[in-house]
C-alpha cells in the first residue's frame, strides 16, 4: 500500500506527504461520518487533511480511515480480493487528500481512472 500511495503522490506531485491509514470497522465509520461530516451512514473510506491551510499544495498532512467491512463487501462485490479493494481505497483517500474530488459522474470517473493508474 505504501508504494501505490507514494506512485499516487508523486504522480499528483506532492513533495512530502504524513499520512496515517487507520482501519475502523463500519460503526466506527459511521460515527466518524456523522460526527465531522453530518452524514448518518457508512461509508468505504473517509479522509482528513490536518492542515491548516485547505490550499492544494505540495505538502499533504493527513488520515485516511478505511471500514474493512465496507471494503470486504465491496470486494466480493467487485470480484476482487480484499487486498486490492483495501489498497484502492487508500490511493482513492490519497487523491482526496490530493485535493480530488468525486462529486459527480465526471470527477468519479476521472478518480478511478486516477486509481488505477496509481495502484498497477
Known amino acids: 500500500m505504501e508504494e ?3 506512485r499516487t503522490f508523486e504522480g499528483e ?3 512530502q506527504a504524513d499520512v496515517n ?3 475502523v470497522d463500519d ?3 459511521q460515527e466518524i461520518n456523522k460526527e465531522y461530516l453530518n452524514h448518518d451512514r457508512t ?3 473517509i479522509t482528513f487533511s490536518l492542515k491548516d491551510n485547505e490550499e492544494k499544495d505540495s505538502i499533504i498532512d493527513g488520515e485516511i480511515y478505511i471500514s474493512t ?3 470486504r463487501k465491496q470486494a ?3 470480484k476482487v480480493s480484499f487486498t486490492d479493494e483495501i489498497l484502492r481505497l487508500a490511493v482513492h483517500g490519497g487523491l482526496h487528500l490530493c485535493g480530488s474530488e468525486d ?3 465526471k470527477k468519479r470517473a476521472f478518480m478511478h481512472e486516477l486509481e488505477t493508474k496509481y495502484i498497477r
Do not use: G, Q
Open 13 to 15: 506531485s506532492i513533495k
Open 103 to 105: 462529486d459527480n459522474d
Open 27 to 29: 460503526v466506527k465509520i
Open 69 to 71: 467491512d465496507t471494503a
Open 21 to 23: 491509514v487507520i482501519y
Open 43 to 45: 461509508t468505504d473510506v
Open 4 to 6: 501505490a500511495l507514494i
Open 76 to 78: 466480493a462485490e467487485y
